[in-house]
């Protein structure tokens, strides 16, 4: 069964570097999100992405924050200079094989995460 | 924006009981209701959605219903068994003008022997 990969799955980072997590989507899928979940918390949403553009994103998802399709395969985030409450679990998700037309955001497939810690 | 609550924040069955999950969501133009499964490490596996169209849906052991007027849904387990102990999270969507998932704050579902 076709499955969204991540890595690292675990990220350790000093405050202010910057870092890039990775994501290879499921291959027919043609829009890709970032979500992050802080400890205990809930997940929240940062950006969508379709057709080499942003469609939608977050407050949270500020100039610190850039997304990337380099290839065919990978999607990335970047984070510029991290913060100390950047630290979370940052999933990677993708939906919307072709033909799937008003629904392509729905059945949105989620990774296993990455756990960005930021000293 | 749209807004979801959840409740439970835990819940502790026993095995062979039933568990019941509730979501209420604050956005009327909402029409899909995904319920994820989160095992510990793990990222969120979904496991049962509804559209608006529908008011009921079930697989297997799993069912879901919607109530578009008081804006609420919950997720039904029946005859729970250990492996469904997880955090599970609802979930809203408005596809027509959206594409970000917003999600409840998760239960934690533990089935006991």
């Known amino acids: 069964e076709p499955e969204v990969t991540q890595t690292p799955s675990h990220q350790v980072t000093q405050m202010g570097q910057e870092v890039i997590l990775r994501c290879v989507p499921i291959?027919?899928?043609?829009?890709f999100y970032w979500y992050r979940q802080i400890l205990g918390q809930k997940v929240e949403f940062l950006v969508s992405?379709?057709?080499?553009?942003?469609?939608?994103k977050s407050e949270i998802f500020d100039d610190q924050f850039s997304v990337e399709r380099p290839d065919g395969s990978n999607f990335t985030l970047k984070i510029r200079s991290t913060k100390l409450e950047d630290s979370a679990m940052y999933f990677c998700a993708s939906s919307g094989p072709r033909g799937s037309g008003g629904n392509k955001h729905n059945e949105q497939f989620f990774g296993p995460g990455t756990r960005l810690t930021v000293l | 924006g749209e807004n979801v609550e959840q409740h439970p924040s835990t819940l502790s069955v026993q095995e062979g009981d039933s568990a019941v999950i509730k979501c209420t969501y604050s956005?009327?133009?909402?029409?899909?209701f995904p319920w994820y499964k989160q095992e510990l490490g793990k990222g969120p596996q979904l496991i049962i959605d509804?559209?608006?169209?529908?008011g009921e849906k079930k697989d297997q052991r799993i069912a879901v219903t919607l109530n578009k007027t008081a804006k609420h849904f919950s997720l039904h387990i029946t005859e729970t068994q250990p492996e469904d102990s997880a955090v599970y999270f609802c979930a809203a969507l408005d596809t027509g003008t959206a594409s970000k998932l917003t999600f409840g704050t998760g239960t934690r579902l533990q089935v006991t022997l």
């Open positions: 992405f379709y057709n080499n553009e942003i469609s939608e």
């Open positions: 956005d009327s133009a909402s029409n899909y």
């Open positions: 509804i559209r608006s169209n529908v």
């Open positions: 291959s027919n899928h043609l829009y």
